[in-house]
């Protein structure tokens, strides 16, 4: 006899597995005085031409477009002033955040701007310029052991750098280098005195993919707690309990991280496989027809709109069903 269960017999699933959507992230600064630059449009366009999506950096610089499958793209960054930019890239796995830095039409240094730290003024000219080549061969070229060497000249430049080293430790990952990478990413952190909540984040994340969820949770704990409006931080976080079949404490930061990124789809997949877990059918439903909203032609959308639709029905069928000598409750109530 068929399960009156809402549920299907395998797990969900598409928040923790190898999909192929993924986010492409960014600051957009001066070249000269390395400030960021707000209000920047960016404009992510299709290897055939036409505008895909358009973001604006914000207030510190940063743009973001989620759902973007893997191809070849270029972005292309306009702002009044500034000489406009291309730069290509080829999306084959996730991304850290890639600097772009814009050239004014002339040479005047702009009067007024966003304050700058005094570490930002203290990396030499040399690093920085490393440090984007690096990433270029790294995001741009599929070059990872070219990209190490640019990264390497960062630091040379500059030894505090520990954003090179987890750029290292990035480009040492989509080679499968597992423990290169962690080398890497540890003296990322070391370097900056355990301040940096990205490192902390792409270690837990590294630890996840080998499924060291013990490992991972205290360093995506570490990064909330240097920067609890970090969604990759909390979404690291929630990945981590989930592996350590924690789904009741996870929830708390899939939520979280999907209240700071409201508009990417797949914090909303990190929901449903949280309330796959734990059960809880009618909001399972609602992140699927969330993630669907989001996007529609989204890499996952044909197996998500199947689920939704199977558990539904499931739902459906269970309501409808003679009541049992002992009603079922093992579906949490929303």
């Known amino acids: 006899m068929p399960s009156a269960s809402p549920f299907p017999d395998s797990d969900l699933g598409v928040g923790s597995g190898g999909g192929r959507s993924f986010s492409i992230t960014g600051v957009v600064a001066d070249a000269q005085s390395h400030v960021r630059l707000n209000g920047v449009r960016v404009d992510l366009e299709g290897a055939a031409g036409g505008v895909l999506a358009t973001a604006f950096t914000s207030g510190s610089g940063n743009f973001q477009f989620n759902n973007v499958r893997g191809g070849s793209y270029e972005l292309v960054f306009e702002q009044s002033g500034y000489q406009d930019d291309r730069e290509r890239l080829d ?17 005047e240094a702009g009067a007024s701007g966003p304050s700058v730290s005094v570490r930002e003024l203290s990396i030499p000219h040399k690093a920085r310029e490393a440090m984007v080549k690096g990433m270029m061969l790294l995001y741009q070229k599929s070059d990872y052991a070219g990209s190490i060497k640019e990264f390497e000249r960062a630091i040379h430049a500059y030894a505090d750098y520990y954003e090179a080293y987890a750029q290292i430790g990035m480009a ?6 597992n423990e290169e990478a962690e080398r890497a990413l540890r003296t990322s952190i070391d370097i900056s005195h355990e301040h940096y909540a990205d490192g902390y984040a792409l270690l837990a994340a590294l630890y996840s993919s080998e499924k060291r ?3 991972a949770e205290p360093a995506a704990r570490k990064a909330v707690e240097l920067d609890a409006r970090s969604w990759h931080a909390q979404s690291e976080l929630a990945q981590a309990l989930l592996g350590l079949d924690r789904a009741e404490e996870a929830e708390e930061h899939a939520q979280a991280a999907a209240d700071i990124q409201p508009e990417n789809p797949t914090l909303r997949l990190l ?3 949280v309330h796959m877990q734990t059960r809880n059918a009618p909001a399972l439903v609602e992140d699927l027809n969330t993630y669907l909203k989001l996007a529609p032609n989204g890499a996952y959308a044909d197996k998500v709109r199947q689920q939704r639709d199977e558990i539904q029905q499931r739902l459906q069928n269970s309501q409808t069903a003679p009541p049992l000598a002992q009603p079922s409750s093992s579906i949490a109530q929303p």
């Open 172 to 177: 040492h990952i989509k080679m499968n280098q």
């Open 91 to 107: 999306i084959d796995g996730p991304m850290l955040s890639m600097t772009v830095q814009l050239k004014k039409m002339n040479s």
């Open 271 to 273: 929901l449903a496989d």
């Open 213 to 215: 969820f013990s490992d």
